[in-house]
C-alpha cells in the first residue's frame, strides 16, 4: 500500500509535495537496509542512521501530515484545472484505506498508526474549531458539515462498516466496498 501515492503520481502532473511521503517512507528504512551492508559502509553511515532512529517518530508525524496535505493540494489543483478529479479520488481513497486501517485494532499499537489518527483527529479538531467554534457561521453550514463529517466517520469505521452491511440499504453500499 506504501506504493499506491507514486502510482497516483504517475498518473497526474507531479508535485512536489506529493513526492515528499515517498521519499520519506523510503529514509524511513534505510537504516535496516545500512545496517545489513559491508562494516565499511555500515561504519560510514552509522551517523546518519543514528539520527534517522533518533527523530523517526518526528517524521513519521511529518509524512502523516504532508500526506494529508498533498490530498488537498490535489483537490485544488482539479479545481483550478491542474489536475484530474480521478486523481483527487484515487489519492482520497488512498488516505481513507490508510486511516481504516490505523483504527483497525491490530493496528493501534503501532507508532504509524497512532501517528495517521492522531494527525487526522488534530485537522478535525481545528476545522471543528473553525466551523463550529464561531458563531459566524451559519447554523445551515455547521449541520451540513456536522452530517458530513458522520458520514465520513461511518465509511472509515470498519465496525460501522460491518454494522451498516448487515442493514441494506445505501449506506450499505457505500460501506460494502470497504478495506476490512
Same mark, same amino acid.
Given at each position: ?25 523510503? *529514509? ?20 546518519? *542512521? ?131
Amino acid at each position: 500500500m506504501s506504493y499506491f501515492p507514486a502510482v497516483v503520481l504517475l498518473i497526474s502532473r507531479p508535485i512536489f509535495i506529493g513526492v515528499v511521503p515517498l521519499v520519506g517512507r523510503s *529514509v524511513l528504512r534505510l537504516p535496516a537496509l545500512l545496517e545489513r551492508q559491508p562494516a565499511f559502509i555500515s561504519k560510514l553511515a552509522k551517523p546518519l *542512521v543514528a539520527k534517522i532512529k533518533a527523530n523517526k517518530q518526528q517524521m513519521i508525524m511529518s509524512l502523516a501530515q504532508l500526506e494529508i496535505f498533498a490530498g488537498f493540494a490535489f483537490i485544488f489543483m482539479a479545481l483550478t484545472g491542474g489536475g484530474s478529479f480521478l486523481t483527487v479520488m484515487m489519492y482520497w481513497q488512498y488516505l481513507r484505506m490508510s486511516y481504516m486501517i490505523a483504527r483497525h485494532p491490530y493496528a493501534v499499537q503501532y507508532s504509524w498508526a497512532q501517528n495517521v489518527t492522531s494527525v487526522w483527529n488534530l485537522l478535525a479538531y481545528k476545522t471543528d474549531g473553525w466551523v463550529l467554534g464561531t458563531s459566524a457561521v451559519p447554523s445551515v453550514i455547521k449541520t451540513g458539515y456536522t452530517s458530513l463529517k458522520g458520514f465520513l466517520n461511518r465509511m472509515t469505521d470498519p465496525q460501522a462498516a460491518t454494522n451498516a452491511s448487515r442493514g441494506g440499504g445505501v449506506s450499505s453500499l457505500l460501506n460494502s466496498c470497504s478495506v476490512m
